[in-house]
């Protein structure tokens, strides 16, 4: 899957590109819209809270962070090892210091995630203040082309403003 991302000037566009998006089998647990705090949305699928926060690049960024550290410290108590330890008390050693961390990383990385506003989305932020509705639509990758110049062909004043890939660690529920 990856994510499109589209900027519609108003809930009317936004509206017509949901339904549209609809008619190509995209449900809407697969379309996210944002806008300004203090316009309504009415009935188009508001972004979640993992969309709008960066708990996605910073749990990334706490397991390889967490991981390497606890790889880095298990190899470290491996080099001060008593006598007669095996070769597989190491190898559990190494496993679990790895592993370890990068439970840590994960945890402590999301706390601070979840409270920060995503950075992927600050440069819509003037689009965003200017009225206009972000919407990220995640779609089969072998579908893009069709469904961005669908997107364009039906609504040419809204923006395609770009894909990126979708990480998805939470299902949305039905």
Not at 64 to 83: D, H, N, T, V
Not at 87 to 99: F, K, M, N
Not at 109 to 137: C, H, R, W, Y
Request: aromatic residues 6%; charged residues 20%; hydrophobic residues 45%.
């Amino acid at each position: 899957m990856k994510r499109i991302y589209f900027l519609a000037p108003d809930q009317n566009c936004a509206h017509a590109i949901v339904d549209e998006l609809k008619t190509y089998g995209i449900d809407e647990q697969s379309i996210a819209v944002l806008a300004k705090q203090e316009q309504p949305l009415e009935d188009l699928p508001e972004a979640t809270r993992l969309e709008k926060s960066d708990l996605i690049p910073a749990l990334q960024r706490g397991v390889a962070i967490g991981g390497s550290l606890g790889l880095f410290a298990g190899m470290a108590a491996l080099a001060f090892q008593p006598a007669g330890w095996v070769v597989g008390g190491g190898a559990l050693l190494l496993g679990s210091t790895s592993i370890g961390g990068a439970a840590f990383g994960a945890w402590a990385s999301t706390l601070i995630g979840i409270s920060m506003p995503n950075t992927q989305l600050e440069k819509f932020e003037e689009a965003l203040d200017q009225g206009q509705i972000l919407m990220l639509v995640d779609v089969p990758k072998e579908r893009i082309d069709e469904i961005q110049k669908s997107i364009r062909k039906h609504h040419p004043e809204a923006e395609f403003e770009g894909i990126e890939p979708t990480v998805k660690l939470i299902p949305q529920k039905e």
